[in-house]
């Protein structure tokens, strides 16, 4: 049986990495990453980082494919109401990877225990459906680690923390540009790299002339159209006050397998 932690580049899990080590045999851990290939470079060289401190692989999955090539074989864009690349590329990858009676670990937060919740109820129904039967850890929770004290073991460690959390960014997740980020993360997107989301606009027209109809990650207009309000300085203030929807993409969804 395994300890597999879901590494999805960002802080939380890789404190959970840190303490899945000192807490089980080393050979009994899988630090366990899926790669979307929308992934900004850094991410690569800060799960580069862990893996040399922490003296252990990561070991990586992927089904090869990246949401924009999943858009065109769903003939669908993904979005915050229908987010299937976070199903197909990370939930599914995970619940084919791991075996009956392993442990997942996720670095889910203290104040975000509803996540947990959701997280549990998604794999009852998924043990059910493969009939493996995983237990589910939340150590950030059950430890009762706060943000200040994961930011202490990183500084502690040496690694220079991902360029998305420099940037503003509270998470570490398809280089800013995830499908489900709410209009706040897309501005700060526009704002710190404009490449990333005029590459994310790219798909957004591509898309809409492949299946030959409107289609867009927001559900109130493209991102053309944000783009040049924000150009234009036509945005009110409320963008600047928004609650984001949470996006730390770690396939918190039930595969449908």
């Given amino acids: ?6 590494l999805s580049g960002g802080k939380a899990s890789a404190w959970c990495a840190d303490w ?12 366990y990453f899926n790669d979307t290939r929308w992934e900004h470079p850094d991410l690569y060289r800060f799960l580069y980082d862990l893996s040399r ?15 924009e090539e999943l858009f065109y074989k769903n003939r669908a864009l993904a979005n915050n109401r229908m987010p299937f690349c976070s199903r197909i ?3 599914e990858r995970l619940q084919k ?5 392993d442990t997942l670990c996720f670095g889910i937060g203290t104040d975000e225990v509803h996540r947990g919740n959701r997280l549990v109820q998604v794999y ?14 939340f150590p950030i929770i059950s430890e009762n680690v706060s943000k200040e004290q994961i930011d202490t073991f990183l500084l502690s460690t040496g690694i220079p923390i991902p360029v ?16 489900r980020a709410g209009k706040k993360q897309w501005k700060l997107l526009y704002e710190t790299l404009p490449d990333v989301y005029l590459d994310r606009e790219r798909v957004e ?18 991102l053309t159209e944000f783009r040049n309000r924000i150009v234009n300085n036509e945005l009110s203030n409320y963008y600047e006050d928004e609650d984001e929807v949470e996006v730390d993409c770690i396939g918190i969804c039930e595969s449908m397998n």
């Fill in 20 to 31: 899945a080590l000192r807490t089980y045999h080393k050979e009994d851990v899988i630090l």
């Fill in 1 to 6: 049986m395994s300890i597999i932690v879901a």
């Fill in 124 to 137: 009852q129904k998924v043990a059910v459906k493969t009939n493996k039967y995983p237990k589910i850890i």
């Fill in 53 to 67: 401190h922490f003296k252990h692989p990561i070991t990586v999955d992927s089904n090869g494919m990246s949401p």
């Fill in 205 to 222: 027209n591509e898309v809409s002339l492949f299946l030959k109809k409107r289609v867009t990650f927001f559900k109130d207009e493209s």
């Fill in 164 to 179: 998305l959390y420099k940037l503003g960014f509270t998470h570490n997740n398809c280089s800013g540009g995830c499908v």
């Fill in 97 to 101: 990877f791991y075996k009956n009676e």
């Fill in 89 to 91: 590329l990370k939930a």
